[in-house]
């Protein structure tokens, strides 16, 4: 494989933007250091070097208080990293945990005790084949016992496809990034709309991050911006942010102090802002007050 490229900003800018007492960030990495976890055998890309410090360290500049880690495709099953992280703050950071379907429930409570709150599956093609989702729907059942959550990461053109099967859930359900949509579509476009329609089941969330991703443009992305903001006022109760730290498989490097701004405009109100890095992360991932 390739030299593995630094995908964080190590210098980001200070948001101009003041974020609410216990802001989260409910979806970023860590990438090893590698030295002590080792990446997948069999990964689709290997990135560079992502340490817990170095998150903690700019989720300080930013004023986020508190996050959820997503396990790492580049780490696949072995969650030790993210469970390293958590350890490192228990009381402000969850994770959601890598698993195959063929996880027992004595390795889904393990993973809860170190502070794992659901599993995430990946649809996108770098990233290699998923799992059926009609078996992922089975295996929600498992999580269904300990309170977890589904976690998708779908390619757009599949919202549609899935959407049947995600009603079916016995479990709440997380779309990752927007459902991963094209901003040059414009919001007319059917994958959004699939997306629109998939949410009015009230037990279906979606994260508003990934903007640098849905956008054809460069930063501060502003074609994807409208996409998060109608997302925001048409389910207020239903949506969280992230920042994607450390931005794996982009062209561009974010600043992550852009994306922190970028706030006022997805979220425009103080009290919008308050729900969306606030209080629904807290109902749904279950932080402590």
Request: charged share 25%.
């Amino acid at each position: 494989m390739a030299e593995p490229k630094p995908s964080f900003n190590p210098r980001p800018s200070k948001p101009r933007l003041a974020l609410p007492r216990g802001a989260c960030d409910t979806h970023f990495h860590v990438f090893g250091p590698a030295r002590k976890f080792p990446f997948a055998e069999g990964r689709a890309y290997t990135p560079a070097d992502a340490p817990k410090d170095a998150l903690f360290a700019m989720h300080k500049l930013m004023g986020i208080e508190r996050g959820v880690m997503v396990q790492s495709a580049a780490h696949g099953f072995d969650n030790s990293a993210g469970a390293d992280l958590i350890a490192s703050n228990p009381e402000n950071y969850l994770g959601v945990a890598l698993l195959p379907v063929s996880a027992s429930f004595s390795e889904i409570q393990t993973l809860h005790r170190q502070g794992f709150r659901g599993v995430r599956f990946n649809y996108m093609s770098h990233l290699g084949a998923g799992s059926p989702i009609d078996q992922v729907i089975s295996f929600a059942g498992k999580l269904a016992d300990i309170g977890w959550h589904l976690q998708i990461h779908m390619d757009s053109s599949l919202i549609a496809q899935m959407a049947p099967a995600l009603k079916r859930s016995p479990v709440p359900v997380m779309i990752d990034h927007m459902g991963r949509v094209d901003a040059s579509l414009g919001l007319d476009q059917e994958p959004f709309r699939k997306l629109m329609d998939l949410l009015k089941k009230e037990d279906i969330w979606v994260k508003v991050s990934g903007c640098e991703r849905s956008s054809r443009q460069s930063p501060p992305w502003k074609d994807a911006i409208p996409f998060a903001r109608k997302l925001v006022e048409e389910f207020p109760e239903q949506t969280v942010w992230g920042t994607d730290w450390p931005h794996p498989n982009l062209k561009e490097i974010p600043d992550d102090g852009v994306m922190v701004d970028n706030l006022a405009e997805i979220a425009p109100s103080e009290a919008q802002r308050k729900a969306l890095l606030v209080d629904n992360p807290a109902r749904f991932y279950g932080f402590k007050a």
